[in-house]
């Protein structure tokens, strides 16, 4: 299964393509490159080794891990210090979603004078940016979740607000993606599960985005099938390397058709993540058949076709909605909110004020109102779906 792809970058695909990261160095003229990835990877034997052959090929190799699991600007601005204080000339961002956002941060603040949020993705703010001081990048996934090696963008806590704002520079899609399954094998059921449910809700809000993009639609129609493939054998026999490498394309592939948008899972899971440090693709994962069913009335024609193509056996709304319910019961997944986060730190104005003003607002198929997110919370809580 071994490939290399050119669409929506370069991609090198298949176990052991790893060995192949020093060759995309020196494809990218990168003598000294900043590793960045997070304290536990730091210390596996799969950075070690990465790290050695690196070496071996004459890759003289700088390693900045202070990432944390949601990561914050701190993360950003540290790994740009020890970027410029080591003179690297290129980053190859390792790990799971946040290990990535952090090196493409990294990467893009490498020669900018203004402050990181004010690239935030509002507008045109991209376009202030020194398009000529962005370092090139290499992304290698380690789990199959957010997506981010093929994306445009980082999602970045700003501390002293409190938010996940969304920084976008169409130069922060890597020029060279390694896509090697033999990284993934270690990854825990729980984690392979919350990530895989990331990937299915990237895919699935993509889909139902409004608006015209139809190679979104079908790369994310695709991605779904995948996933209800495979997801379920890479957590129960994570070794199966068919598996792994088929979420990690699934992965990719929910971030290429979510440029079309996401929508009310993202904006409702964003706050959570911030200021309860829930893990993204969990919390996706809990609040997904309530925003389903929230926007039925405006998406029921689009699921019935994602039933069609996953030849699901109850071809219906309510059929698909027993689907990702019966998907995450055997992931050993929650059904509500309340089952993660304890009541007296359910913030409900505060998070329902943060996901209204989210940038995935917007791509959400049903006009929203900061009412709907907090009615949304609620159900969340109590596990009562709307009907």
């Given at each position: 299964?071994?490939s290399?792809?050119?669409?929506?970058?370069?991609?090198?695909v298949g176990?052991?393509?790893i060995k192949?990261?020093s060759l995309?160095c020196?494809?990218?003229?990168?003598n000294k490159?900043l590793?960045?990835?997070?304290?536990?990877?730091a210390k596996?034997?799969?950075?070690?080794d990465?790290?050695?052959?690196?070496?071996?090929?004459g890759i003289?190799?700088?390693l900045?891990?202070?990432?944390i699991g949601?990561?914050s600007?701190?993360?950003v601005?540290?790994g740009v210090?020890?970027?410029?204080?080591?003179?690297c000339?290129?980053?190859?961002?390792?790990?799971g979603?946040?290990?990535l956002?952090v090196?493409?941060a990294?990467?893009?603040?490498?020669?900018?004078?203004l402050p990181?949020?004010?690239?935030?993705d509002?507008?045109?703010?991209?376009t202030?940016?020194?398009?000529?001081?962005i370092?090139?990048?290499?992304a290698?996934?380690?789990?199959?979740?957010?997506?981010?090696e093929?994306g445009?963008a980082?999602v970045?806590?700003?501390e002293?607000?409190?938010?996940k704002n969304?920084?976008?520079h169409?130069?922060f899609?890597?020029s060279?993606v390694i896509?090697?399954?033999?990284?993934t094998v270690?990854l825990p059921?729980?984690?392979t599960?919350?990530?895989?449910m990331?990937?299915?809700?990237?895919?699935?809000?993509?889909?139902?985005a409004?608006g015209?993009?139809p190679?979104?639609?079908g790369?994310a129609?695709e991605g779904?099938r995948?996933?209800?493939?495979?997801?379920?054998?890479?957590v129960?026999?994570?070794?199966?390397?068919?598996?792994?490498?088929?979420?990690l394309?699934?992965a990719?592939m929910?971030?290429?058709?979510?440029?079309?948008?996401?929508?009310?899972?993202?904006?409702?899971?964003?706050p959570v993540n911030a200021l309860?440090?829930?893990h993204?693709g969990?919390?996706?994962?809990?609040?997904m058949?309530?925003v389903?069913?929230?926007?039925r009335?405006?998406i029921?024609k689009k699921?019935?076709?994602i039933?069609?193509y996953?030849?699901?056996k109850e071809r219906s709304?309510?059929?698909?909605v027993?689907?990702?319910l019966?998907?995450?019961?055997?992931?050993?997944?929650?059904?509500?909110?309340?089952e993660v986060m304890n009541?007296k730190?359910f913030?409900?104005?505060?998070?329902s004020?943060?996901?209204?003003?989210?940038?995935s607002t917007?791509?959400n198929?049903?006009e929203?109102?900061?009412?709907?997110?907090?009615l949304?919370y609620q159900?969340?809580?109590?596990g009562e779906?709307?009907?």
């Amino acid at each position: 299964m071994n490939s290399n792809w050119n669409y929506p970058t370069t991609m090198w695909v298949g176990k052991d393509r790893i060995k192949d990261l020093s060759l995309a160095c020196k494809n990218l003229n990168i003598n000294k490159p900043l590793l960045v990835t997070d304290n536990g990877l730091a210390k596996s034997k799969i950075v070690v080794d990465t790290i050695n052959n690196l070496q071996e090929n004459g890759i003289l190799v700088a390693l900045y891990s202070n990432v944390i699991g949601n990561p914050s600007g701190t993360n950003v601005t540290e790994g740009v210090n020890y970027f410029n204080e080591n003179s690297c000339d290129g980053v190859i961002a390792f790990g799971g979603g946040s290990g990535l956002d952090v090196g493409k941060a990294i990467a893009f603040m490498s020669g900018q004078t203004l402050p990181l949020w004010d690239f935030e993705d509002v507008g045109d703010n991209w376009t202030k940016a020194n398009s000529n001081k962005i370092a090139p990048i290499i992304a290698v996934p380690t789990t199959a979740g957010t997506g981010s090696e093929t994306g445009r963008a980082s999602v970045i806590l700003n501390e002293e607000t409190g938010v996940k704002n969304i920084i976008f520079h169409p130069k922060f899609l890597p020029s060279i993606v390694i896509l090697d399954p033999v990284l993934t094998v270690g990854l825990p059921p729980e984690i392979t599960a919350a990530t895989g449910m990331d990937a299915l809700a990237h895919n699935l809000e993509a889909y139902c985005a409004p608006g015209y993009h139809p190679m979104a639609d079908g790369i994310a129609l695709e991605g779904m099938r995948i996933i209800n493939e495979w997801l379920l054998e890479a957590v129960n026999n994570g070794s199966n390397i068919e598996a792994r490498l088929n979420m990690l394309t699934a992965a990719s592939m929910g971030s290429t058709a979510f440029q079309k948008g996401l929508g009310a899972i993202h904006s409702l899971s964003h706050p959570v993540n911030a200021l309860n440090n829930i893990h993204h693709g969990l919390s996706n994962a809990i609040f997904m058949p309530y925003v389903l069913t929230f926007n039925r009335d405006v998406i029921e024609k689009k699921i019935i076709k994602i039933c069609d193509y996953l030849e699901l056996k109850e071809r219906s709304f309510d059929g698909f909605v027993n689907w990702v319910l019966d998907l995450r019961k055997k992931l050993g997944m929650p059904h509500k909110l309340s089952e993660v986060m304890n009541e007296k730190d359910f913030d409900l104005d505060r998070l329902s004020k943060m996901a209204f003003a989210d940038p995935s607002t917007g791509g959400n198929p049903k006009e929203l109102s900061e009412k709907d997110m907090k009615l949304m919370y609620q159900h969340s809580m109590s596990g009562e779906l709307f009907r």
